[in-house]
Each structure stands twice: as structure tokens, then as C-alpha cells.
């Protein structure tokens, strides 16, 4: 499993952006056995859980810091996970890494960066005026 991450950028602060997962697979049809989640990692930090969503697509989970500006969804279709954030803020100035597993989706556990076996390359996500 192979995950590609890309739509960082320079943002002013208030902006918009959208990054991208997507989940290549030798087999077929197994997109929707892995929960998909975003990572960020801010320069001098350790990597932080961010958002992450369950298989199906029916449940999600979020870090308090981002809920109700960023949205995590996916496309079964195109094997992408998305992170649309609004209202980006200096703070969210990171290394954003997308991260799947084939695991059970529970919200106490999801933002445990262990869980993950497969991970992105990473995308920079600069907000700044």
C-alpha cells in the first residue's frame, strides 16, 4: 500500500486548502478497509493527530483544535482522502502526513500515530501573511 499526499501551499491566515490521500493498493477494492488519517508535524514538534476517518466513511474524529474548521472525508471511487481546512491559522503551519490502517475504527484510539502502518511522504502547509 502506497499513500501519495499532495495540496500544500502558502495560505494567508482565514484561508482555504484542501490536501489529498491517495491510497494505491496492489489489490483491488481494499480502499475501504482502511481508516485514513492526517497527521501534522510543526517545525521543533512532535507529529500531532489531526483528524481521521473510519472506512466507510461514516465516522470521523478530530483533535479539538481543528474542529469546525477542517473536514476529513473520502472518495471510494478515486481511493482519496481529503482534508478541506478553512480558517487556517499561523498555528496550523505544519508538515501534514496522511497515514492508513486496517484497523477497527474507535475514536479513543484512532489519533495513536502507532496504529498506522502506511504513511504519506508528507505535504507543507504554510499560513502566513
Known amino acids: 500500500v502506497q499513500l501519495q499526499a499532495s495540496g500544500g501551499g502558502l495560505v494567508q491566515p482565514g484561508g482555504s486548502l484542501t490536501l489529498s490521500c491517495v491510497v494505491a493498493?496492489?489489490?483491488?477494492?481494499?480502499?475501504?478497509?482502511?481508516?485514513v488519517a492526517w497527521f501534522r508535524q510543526a517545525p521543533g514538534k512532535e507529529r500531532r493527530f489531526v483528524a481521521a476517518i473510519s472506512g466507510s466513511g461514516m465516522l470521523t474524529k478530530y483533535t479539538d483544535s481543528v474542529k469546525g474548521r477542517f473536514t476529513i472525508s473520502r472518495d471510494h471511487a478515486k481511493n482519496t482522502a481529503y482534508l478541506q481546512m478553512n480558517g487556517l491559522k499561523p498555528e496550523d503551519t505544519a508538515i501534514y502526513f496522511c497515514?492508513?490502517?486496517?484497523?477497527?475504527?474507535?475514536?479513543?484510539?484512532?489519533?495513536?500515530?502507532?496504529?498506522?502502518?502506511?504513511w504519506g511522504q508528507g505535504t507543507l502547509v504554510t499560513v502566513s501573511s
Open positions: 497515514a492508513a490502517a486496517e484497523i477497527v475504527f474507535n475514536p479513543q484510539r484512532v489519533g495513536r500515530d502507532s496504529l498506522y502502518n502506511y
Open positions: 493498493s496492489e489489490r483491488t477494492a481494499t480502499f475501504t478497509k482502511y481508516s
